[in-house]
């Protein structure tokens, strides 16, 4: 229990509980020795978010807010930045998002004629007055850059794999680290040479139509031709770019007899995952491991899963796993709740955080 000693401490704080997590709020609260401040949070008839009352004065405190990307997204996303704002004007000395799964984390690039969302959120969560996010795993490491404030993006890869290791009858002569897609390479890699095994690459794509139409950058499309007094003149007289080719998919590296383990991060829309065990069973595994930080597993995912080749699935809490798995028991979930407490330990005493990531490669 990383209790805080009362002596010791520069300012109070304050837990606050959203509504998103509270049994991973609760584990927290556990192993700090501090009770959670459990806020009066509501959806009203009209569908605005309502935060009726906060039991605690939080004027000249250190304020964490527990707060994860479940249920109802934009729900959970307004509650996080009330409670930011609540903080602020309740004189709060300073105010840290605790967001173990961070909202619109995967729209972090601009698409077609779009916007980055991810961006458009750093910057609401800034404005309502949050000081220092916590957060873990973020696939795409420039969200850090989105924010105006310190960001701790934590890896929870040293959980996965003391579990991997621990709890799944693992031969390590028989296994094999498959990363799911090539951008997830390096993730597989650094899992790889911890656990002591080989690698292979699945590379292709599952509904080449679908993902043909989505590259398309509706930004590259020419102007209306009455913006030219007369015809424009082409720059190019032969293509410079050659056109990207599709590819279904295909198995890079050898799984015969193997037990093997699928890398990802975020688990959400499965299908790429399910075809991706399917083959792998077509290639000569024996098992099938997927392994990712976060189980969004959204619609009707978990039942995918169950019908599928997957032996087991392994996620962390960072977001909540009941509903899922009561829909599909080859889900397992990895505590991850004293990565996030020793962290807000540490930000509270001012203490370095590079100890959290010690050993920890950067591809993780």
Do not use: W
Request: proline share 5%; with cysteine; charged share 20%.
């Amino acid at each position: 229990m990383l209790r805080f000693s009362d002596e010791s401490r520069p300012h109070s704080f304050i837990l606050l509980e959203g509504s998103s997590h509270p049994e991973l709020s609760n584990r927290i609260a556990k192993r700090i020795g501090h009770p959670v401040t459990i806020v009066e949070a509501s959806i009203q008839d009209t569908g605005e978010t309502l935060i009726d009352h906060i039991p605690h004065s939080l004027n000249g405190k250190d304020v964490f807010i527990l707060q994860t990307a479940s249920g109802n997204i934009n729900d959970s996303l307004m509650e996080l930045l009330m409670l930011c704002y609540a903080s602020k004007t309740a004189g709060a000395r300073r105010i840290i998002g605790v967001v173990p799964c961070l909202h619109y984390a995967l729209q972090s690039k601009m698409r077609k004629r779009s916007s980055i969302p991810a961006k458009l959120v750093a910057s609401m969560m800034c404005k309502a007055g949050l000081t220092h996010l916590i957060t873990s795993d973020l696939r795409d490491r420039e969200v850090q850059g989105f924010f105006s404030v310190p960001v701790d993006n934590l890896r929870c890869s040293p959980f996965l794999i003391q579990y991997l290791s621990e709890q799944v009858n693992l031969i390590i002569s028989e296994s094999v680290v498959v990363a799911r897609n090539p951008n997830v390479t390096k993730r597989a890699s650094s899992y790889a040479e911890r656990l002591g095994t080989r690698i292979a690459v699945i590379h292709g794509h599952l509904n080449i139509m679908a993902e043909a139409h989505d590259m398309v950058d509706g930004r590259s499309s020419p102007p209306p031709i009455t913006l030219f007094a007369s015809p424009p003149k082409r720059i190019f007289s032969s293509r410079v770019v050659l056109d990207k080719q599709l590819l279904p998919l295909t198995l890079i590296g050898n799984v015969e007899g193997k037990t093997a383990i699928l890398i990802d991060d975020h688990l959400d829309e499965v299908d790429s995952v399910v075809a991706a065990a399917a083959l792998l069973r077509e290639k000569g595994a024996v098992r099938v491991i997927v392994v990712g930080t976060h189980g969004i597993m959204s619609a009707n995912s978990p039942e995918k899963l169950q019908a599928s080749l997957i032996d087991e699935i392994i996620v962390t809490n960072t977001l909540p796993q009941f509903e899922h798995q009561a829909k599909c028991d080859k889900i397992k979930v990895v505590d991850v709740s004293l990565l996030l407490s020793e962290a807000i330990r540490r930000i509270h005493f001012g203490e370095s955080m590079s100890y959290l990531f010690r050993n920890v490669p950067m591809e993780d």
